[in-house]
């Protein structure tokens, strides 16, 4: 059996009027991610995180933000398609960890949605998924709630 660990990052500006979507679940806020997709910066950096794991490229060959095939695209259609480019290397998810920085909004109340959205996609558990939230402490852009990060590391088998 082979295994191989990846690790992924994303950041997407923050603005007023648009709707934040992270780990696949729309959450009330008053800015959200501008982006060509839905910006869900959490599902970026996880298909990063697969996508290096597997030996592959980065997301943005697979889906650029050029193309308008990705424009507005649900960002669990692009973690699906993640998947079925990381099992067509023979591998599957073993578990996903992950780390969220923002100010706000507070995304506890939303993280069992979170889990239970990628590991239905990702074909795991939700207790393989883990969704951790940070702020950075007013520090940076992410401080002045401007932008968002998400980090994410996999394991993956095959």
């Not at 099992?87 to 109340?109: H, M, R, W, Y």
């Not at 959205?117 to 007013?138: F, H, M, N, Q, Y």
């Amino acid at each position: 059996m082979k295994i191989r660990i990846g690790q992924g990052i994303d950041f997407h500006r923050l603005e007023p009027g648009l709707e934040m979507h992270l780990g696949g679940v729309k959450i009330p806020s008053e800015k959200g991610c501008v982006a060509h997709s839905d910006g869900d910066v959490l599902l970026h950096a996880i298909c990063d995180a697969l996508l290096g794991a597997a030996g592959l490229r980065d997301i943005g060959f697979y889906f650029p933000d050029t193309s308008q095939e990705f424009k507005n695209i649900d960002s669990k259609i692009l973690l699906g398609r993640t998947i079925d480019l990381v099992k067509q290397k023979g591998f599957s998810v073993v578990n996903i960890d992950s780390t969220v920085c923002l100010e706000k909004p507070k995304i506890a109340p939303y993280i069992n949605e979170m889990r239970e959205a990628i590991s239905s996609i990702a074909g795991t558990e939700p207790d393989d998924v883990t969704i951790k939230a940070t702020t950075t402490e007013k520090l940076g852009f992410t401080g002045r709630e401007e932008g968002v990060v998400a980090l994410a590391v996999v394991l993956i088998s095959g």
